[in-house]
Nanobody
Framework: QVHLVESGGGLVQAGGSLRLSCAAS????????VGWFRQAPEKEREFVGV????????SYGDSVKGRFTISRDNAKNTVYLQMNSLKPEDTAVYYC????????????WGQGTQVTVSS
């Protein structure tokens, strides 16, 4: 089992920045890819980005490319989502999720943290 807890959400003005954290406990964290997703009210869940288990690769959804950055510290069992140049349309509940390396399904999810961007 991997237990994930997000933190760092809040209210920010458009153009501002926030950094979300995803702290993990349980099995060897370094063997898991960690993805970030978000879901706005009445919208489907959207892929934000992913950090591979080694931390060597990241990829992002088109709507956040160039503005969001994922980093991870396996020694601290934590993955970060740095969000810059925030827009009102970034308002959503943000979730981190983990999948075992070399697999496609995210088996573990955090409870989510609310990010609200005011115009």
């Amino acid at each position: 089992q991997v237990h994930l807890v997000e933190s760092g959400g809040g209210l920010v003005q458009a153009g501002g920045s926030l950094r979300l954290s995803c702290a993990a406990s349980g099995r060897t964290f370094s063997r898991y890819d960690v993805g970030w997703f978000r879901q706005a009210p009445e919208k489907e869940r959207e892929f934000v980005g992913v950090s591979t288990w080694s931390g060597g690769r990241t990829s992002y959804g088109d709507s956040v490319k160039g503005r969001f950055t994922i980093s991870r510290d396996n020694a601290k069992n934590t993955v970060y989502l740095q969000m810059n140049s925030l827009k009102p349309e970034d308002t959503a509940v943000y979730y981190c999720a983990a999948r075992a390396r070399f697999t496609n399904e995210y088996d573990y999810w955090g409870q989510g943290t609310q990010v609200t961007v005011s115009s």
